[in-house]
């Protein structure tokens, strides 16, 4: 829930970063990650927007080298075709549920989907995510605009480190006090990173932030949509991509 203070942090400028600071030393290393599919039954993530999109008849996700899982709504519930063969395995019963696709043949596509009954009709969202680590810090991808498909800048989202907030998918990400820039495979299954040599600046966002309550998420994004970083728990100065930056999502809690 928003809180006056979060208001007034969000009405509030963030200025912007240096745009012509000394480059960046390349410090640390390049190198490539492998990741494993991981599907979250039980959601506990905080995402900066949240994708639902109409069942139908069905779940496209041939625009990702998928199938069409097929989808009616019968008697007993939704009804899906969770193997992509036409027929129905299973029966979402009640307002809600989940579900894991994995589709037939050598090269199996795989998805978790959360599904909710409105008054629209039946709807979906990501339960997909890959999960690894660069060095000692974890890396978990969602599939946030829920296209089948990991790393569309400003649309997926992804948590660097152990908690369960995200931001949007960006060009960059941060890792302790070092930028990285990263290239993310469309199946998810792995990521390219090297230390970013561009320009650099500093945001300061605790020293404007004055209120007991707790930060449950806190998201800011550059102004050309490339960059986005989860400051929640973030102590000090954050060094970014040089440029403008803004709040593109926050909530607060009490307690």
């Known amino acids: ?5 979060l208001c007034a942090l969000l009405a509030a400028p963030l200025g912007a970063a240096p745009e012509e600071p000394a480059t960046a030393d390349a410090a640390g290393d390049t190198g490539q990650v492998a990741l494993k599919p991981k599907n979250v039954r039980r ?15 069905g779940i496209d996700f041939s625009g990702a080298g998928g199938p069409a899982f097929r989808a009616g709504v019968e008697s007993a519930g939704l009804s899906i075709d969770k193997d992509g063969d036409g027929e129905f395995d299973v029966t979402i019963e009640g307002d809600s549920g989940f579900v894991s696709l994995k589709s037939k043949g050598e090269k199996p596509f795989r998805h978790g989907l959360r599904l909710r009954k409105t008054d629209a009709g039946w ?28 790393g569309d800048v400003g649309e997926d989202a992804i948590i660097v480190g152990m908690g369960k907030a995200a931001s949007f998918q960006g060009e960059t990400i941060a890792l302790g006090n070092d930028l990285y820039t990263v290239e993310i495979a469309a199946d998810g299954k792995r990521v390219d990173y090297k230390p970013y040599t561009g320009a650099i600046g500093e945001l300061d966002l605790q ?7 707790r930060l449950v998420h806190l998201v800011i994004g550059s102004k050309d949509g490339r960059h986005s970083f989860e400051v929640s728990d973030r102590e000090g100065a954050l ?17």
């Open 1 to 5: 829930v928003l809180g006056l203070a």
């Open 43 to 57: 959601w506990n993530f905080e995402l900066p927007k949240e994708t639902w999109r109409p069942v139908g008849k």
């Open 123 to 150: 709807m979906y969202s990501c339960a997909a995510t890959t999960v690894g680590t660069i060095g000692d810090t974890r890396i978990t991808l969602i599939d946030a605009n829920v296209n089948g498909r990991y």
């Open 207 to 213: 020293s404007r932030y004055d209120t007991k309550a």
């Open 239 to 255: 060094r970014v991509p040089a440029g403008i930056y803004t709040i593109q999502s926050g909530a607060l809690g009490l307690g």
